[in-house]
């Protein structure tokens, strides 16, 4: 991986993105820096990603008692930094909703009792910690809800908004607009960058209500599916490792991986099926 890292110039006519394309690499993954944790630290944040992938609405007491009986003694205070920066917040009801993030922004969730009929009816997007050898980065997709298909995805070193907004745009120029998106009530998409452009194409806005499990339940099987079939079994060494890696998983998970709820189907199949 490093070797055809090496390849990528500044001083080339094509510009880094360009050069990127051509290689078939992420261009994010060529300004990666591992993150400045702690060996202990990384350790105790890949420990409570699996946690709380098995038990969503464990909160900071919970986590910390999970350390306990791992023998790690971690105080709540650290416990709630690391989860800040892993971007994961425990589901469970919460008082004051509207105090939390740009009220003005968030929209309301229209997916309760709706049924996805056709490809690009409904996306989902949300984003999600991932772990490394060394350090982390965070890893954006978006899923069509019909198809089950991966459409758009990208990994970045930050939870910056521009971030899916610009997975967002890259999905709908290969694959057209969804009628409806649907994401959680974050930073990235209770913005006005968002919102503006989602809106202005025309696309549906909607939002899981705070606290609420099943509003996204099926990229949270996607999450699943990553970390437990590939993420954990694969801890990338640098962030083109990573890159490729998911880029083979997705497809495989795109292109030959079955899925019961819709009729043992690959995604891709039921995404580009004639009705």
Same mark, same amino acid.
């Given at each position: 991986?490093?070797?055809?890292?090496?390849?990528?110039? *500044?001083?080339?006519?094509?510009?880094?993105?360009?050069? +990127?394309?051509?290689?078939?690499?992420?261009?994010?993954?060529?300004?990666?820096?591992?993150?400045?944790?702690?060996?202990?630290?990384?350790?105790?944040?890949?420990?409570?990603?699996?946690?709380?992938?098995?038990? @969503?609405?464990?909160? !900071?007491?919970?986590?910390?008692? $999970?350390?306990?009986?791992?023998?790690?003694? !971690?105080?709540?205070?650290?416990?709630? #930094?690391?989860?800040?920066?892993?971007?994961?917040?425990?589901?469970?009801?919460? #008082?004051?909703?509207?105090?939390?993030?740009?009220?003005?922004?968030?929209? @309301?969730?229209?997916?309760?009792? =709706?049924?996805?009929?056709?490809?690009?009816?409904?996306?989902?997007?949300? %984003?999600?910690?991932?772990?490394?050898?060394?350090?982390?980065?965070?890893?954006?997709? %978006?899923?069509?809800?019909?198809?089950?298909? !991966?459409?758009?995805? *990208?990994? $970045?070193?930050?939870?910056?908004?521009?971030?899916?907004?610009?997975?967002?745009?890259?999905? %709908?120029?290969?694959?057209?607009? @969804?009628?409806?998106?649907?994401?959680?009530? &974050?930073?990235? $998409?209770? +913005?006005?960058?968002?919102?503006?452009?989602?809106?202005?194409?025309?696309?549906?806005?909607?939002? *899981?209500?705070? &606290?609420?499990?099943?509003?996204?339940?099926?990229?949270?099987? =996607?999450? #699943?599916? !990553?970390?437990?079939?590939?993420?954990?079994?694969?801890?990338?060494?640098?962030?083109?490792?990573?890159?490729? &890696?998911? /880029?083979?998983?997705?497809?495989?998970?795109?292109?030959?991986?079955?899925?019961?709820?819709?009729? /043992?189907?690959?995604? $891709?199949?039921?995404?580009?099926?004639?009705?």
């Amino acid at each position: 991986m490093s070797e055809i890292k090496s390849y990528i110039s *500044d001083n080339e006519k094509l510009s880094i993105r360009q050069q +990127c394309q051509l290689l078939g690499i992420n261009r994010s993954s060529i300004y990666y820096d591992p993150v400045g944790e702690s060996d202990e630290n990384l350790r105790i944040m890949r420990l409570m990603d699996q946690e709380h992938l098995e038990y @969503p609405t464990h909160g !900071v007491l919970q986590m910390q008692d $999970f350390l306990s009986v791992q023998s790690l003694i !971690v105080n709540q205070k650290r416990i709630r #930094r690391l989860l800040r920066l892993m971007g994961i917040m425990a589901i469970y009801p919460k #008082r004051n909703l509207s105090k939390l993030g740009h009220a003005k922004y968030v929209r @309301p969730y229209l997916l309760r009792g =709706l049924e996805a009929t056709h490809s690009n009816h409904v996306w989902a997007i949300d %984003i999600t910690y991932i772990p490394m050898a060394k350090g982390f980065m965070y890893l954006v997709a %978006i899923i069509d809800l019909y198809s089950r298909m !991966v459409v758009g995805w *990208d990994v $970045f070193n930050s939870l910056n908004a521009e971030n899916p907004l610009m997975v967002l745009k890259s999905a %709908i120029a290969q694959y057209g607009k @969804p009628e409806i998106i649907n994401s959680d009530q &974050g930073s990235q $998409f209770t +913005c006005a960058s968002w919102i503006d452009f989602v809106g202005h194409s025309g696309i549906k806005i909607s939002m *899981d209500g705070k &606290g609420r499990a099943l509003d996204n339940i099926f990229i949270e099987r =996607l999450w #699943r599916t !990553v970390k437990q079939d590939y993420v954990y079994l694969n801890p990338a060494s640098n962030g083109t490792e990573l890159y490729l &890696g998911l /880029r083979e998983f997705l497809n495989y998970y795109n292109t030959r991986k079955t899925h019961q709820g819709i009729g /043992r189907q690959t995604p $891709f199949t039921r995404y580009h099926e004639v009705a």
